[in-house]
């Protein structure tokens, strides 16, 4: 009936045989199936989708705020949301994370880190 944009859309596409040198910035969803050697960076403070496909790899960082790696990444990643490491994943750097699904299979060379946002302490009201 009306028309919303799902949170999870991938609006742009690094097919398989494309090659990328250089520093990536995007918004909203990206799907890389090719490689790219630089950083591949969400805007931040806006939802954002990093698909990372079997065939990809990234040498460099990585940051967006939900991220499924299938592939391999070379450099630390930041996940300000979810990283979903499926069975051929291979990350070698640090991975900071707010939430972590790791399925059997998934390598990580390198430090898993939970990155705990700074949240309001609930104040309790003394009764008199």
Known sequence: ???RKNKNTIDSLIGVSTSIE??????????????VKGNVIAEPGVSSMLVISEQARIDGEVRAAHIVVNGEINGPVFSTELIELQAKSKISGD??????????????????????L???????????
């Open 118 to 128: 700074a949240e309001p302490v609930l104040k309790l009201a003394a009764s008199n």
């Open 1 to 3: 009936m009306f028309s």
């Open 95 to 116: 991975v900071h994370y707010k939430a972590l699904e790791m399925m059997s299979g998934a390598l990580v060379t390198g430090k898993l880190a939970h990155d705990q």
């Open 22 to 35: 250089g520093n990536l910035h995007f918004k909203g969803g990206l799907r890389i199936d090719g490689h």
